[in-house]
């Protein structure tokens, strides 16, 4: 017992003296990659994928190694054609993937509009934006307002009607009203400002949402899922109020709720933002769809 930890202890000795900084600092890069390469794709089809994979390269290795010739070809055979189909099939979560990563700051866009980011203003925009959604929940009319943060959501935008408007109630009632031009799509705003009205927005391919959600709230998780902007949601069969950020869904928030969120998001120019993440998280504790 006694050779066997010496053997250990000099084998662990001898590793640690031929590890250099650099050994070190390659191992720990390599390892921040993989850690978030596989926070992206977590609870996404991509993810299962990873696992069959996974799967199979054990089994690959297992055949191998007891010699079943004709298995083991057969597997590595797919699995140097798999990367191509996964490329093909997968190239949604590939590219919402990528989105993430190259996900860049949008401050420079919003301080060359012009839009009046001041306290008093944002303090306006939220009372006014509470109104309305609290209005159109109790009437029940539907309504989705995707508010942009550090990820430009111009491809959005130009799906729309170009408003660059004031942020009102009346204006966010209007627009939602039914058997109006606008009322079907959804509004972006930027800052304290309503960018476009009427922009269309890619559905979620998560098969495991509730059936009680609808094409408004699949659209509001779908665009949450490529971009860090938060997404709010009326329902217009209940009335309920909805907010969906990073893929995850959360239901009923009622006003102060709501004005808890807004204040996260809408703030002046020389405050620090604060992350949305924990707050939409914590209040996703009672309310996740997923």
Known sequence: MESLWLDITNFF????????LLDIMDIVIVAIVIYQLLKLIRRTRAGQVLKGVLLLLVFYGITSYIGLQTISWLIGYVLGIGVVAIVIL???ELRAMLERVGRTANIETMRQSGVDESAAECARVIDEMVLALTRLSRRKVGALIVIEQRTGLDDVVATGTLLQARTTAALLENIFEPNTP???GAVVMRATQIVAAGCFLRLTADSGLSRELGTRHRAAI??????????????????VISSATGGRMTRYLDEEQLREILSGLI????????GLMSLMRKKGESGDEK
Do not use: A
């Not at 703030?267 to 604060?274: C, L």
């Open 13 to 20: 000795e001898n590793t640690l003296k031929s590890v250099s």
């Open 267 to 274: 703030r002046p120019r020389q405050q620090q933002h604060r």
């Open 222 to 239: 779908g665009v949450s899922e490529v971009s860090d902007c938060v997404s709010l949601i009326v329902s217009e069969e209940s009335g």
């Open 182 to 184: 606008l009322h079907d």
């Open 90 to 92: 997968f190239q949604p």
